[in-house]
């Protein structure tokens, strides 16, 4: 049985360091932006955007800005029960865990879920806090297993990746994305979703997504005006893909969003 302790997001903080010390809890990081330099039973780890770590209980840790930059990262505390498995083989066997987690968007917004509702006092807080943990330690795990990719795969992967983060708003054909790394549009479909769990086009319609729950809640762009700027031309297609990817209708999505006083979030 999992027992939540606390949920941290440490937002820039200057001269932000933790002592060494033998920690009496499991620890799991996620970082947003800029670099964090730890000490993990003698051994230097860097850890960067888009990482995550599970450092065990038991280990020797210490932790600083790298190089003095400030940094964004979720940090989430919290312990097993003894003897009981939770079925999650890195947290039961207790071993240290560093690597690029592919559905990072989400796994951000996860964190940003959890960290509101640790601090909200709302009801049933707690098993909600504990059902996005779960999930988060189960995406890890589903990742680990995932059998080991090719430097290559990797490589175009990200590439893809980087040009829709950069151009989501846009209209992108598989084409383009094909041309970007030299190969057929049917192989780069493959390999990206291999790598990152999702279609190029699924992963394009999830970053608008993403943008389209935080202008709905904190702008005063119609329905139409968020649509056109996410690249939406038809605003009737924006709505079907929208209450597909949540279930809801923009305006449906806004006014529970509102109710609850948190963001809703969906894969």
């Known amino acids: 049985m999992l027992q939540m302790m606390s949920v941290n997001f ?32 003698g051994n230097v780890v860097t850890a960067e955007a888009e ?10 840790r210490a932790g ?10 979720f940090t989430v505390l919290f312990t097993c029960e003894t003897g009981v498995q939770t079925g999650i ?28 509702e640790m601090r909200s006092g709302r009801n049933y807080r707690s098993i909600i806090c504990l059902g996005i ?22 490589k175009y992967a990200e590439t893809i990746k980087a040009y829709l983060l950069e151009h989501y ?19 780069i479909t493959a390999v990206f979703k291999e790598v990152c769990g999702l279609s190029p086009i699924r992963y394009m319609h999830q970053l608008r997504m993403l943008e389209a729950y935080s202008l709905l809640l904190g702008s005063d ?5 968020i649509s056109q700027y996410l690249g ?27 109710l609850a006083g948190t963001p809703l979030l969906f894969s």
């Open 232 to 258: 939406y031309y038809d605003t009737s297609y924006f709505h079907r893909v929208f209450k597909k990817h949540c279930g809801l209708s923009p305006t449906e999505y806004a006014a529970q969003a509102n």
């Open 10 to 41: 440490d937002n820039h903080i200057p001269h932000w360091r933790t002592q060494l010390e033998t920690i009496t809890h499991n620890v799991l990081v996620v970082v947003r932006e800029g670099q964090v330099r730890y000490e993990i039973n």
């Open 89 to 116: 083989p890195f947290v039961d066997k207790g071993h240290f865990v560093k690597f690029k987690l592919s559905s990072s968007q989400y796994a951000y917004h996860r964190c940003e879920r959890l960290y509101d």
């Open 51 to 60: 990482d995550v770590l599970f450092i065990p209980k038991g280990a020797r």
């Open 169 to 187: 708003r846009e209209q992108i054909e598989i084409s383009q994305l094909a041309a970007l790394i030299g190969r057929s549009p049917n192989y």
């Open 133 to 154: 943990l779960q999930e988060l330690l189960g995406m890890i795990a589903r990742e680990l297993d995932r059998p080991t990719l090719t430097p290559s795969k990797l």
């Open 221 to 225: 762009m119609t329905v139409a005006d």
């Open 64 to 73: 600083e800005n790298m190089n003095g930059v400030p940094h964004q990262k």
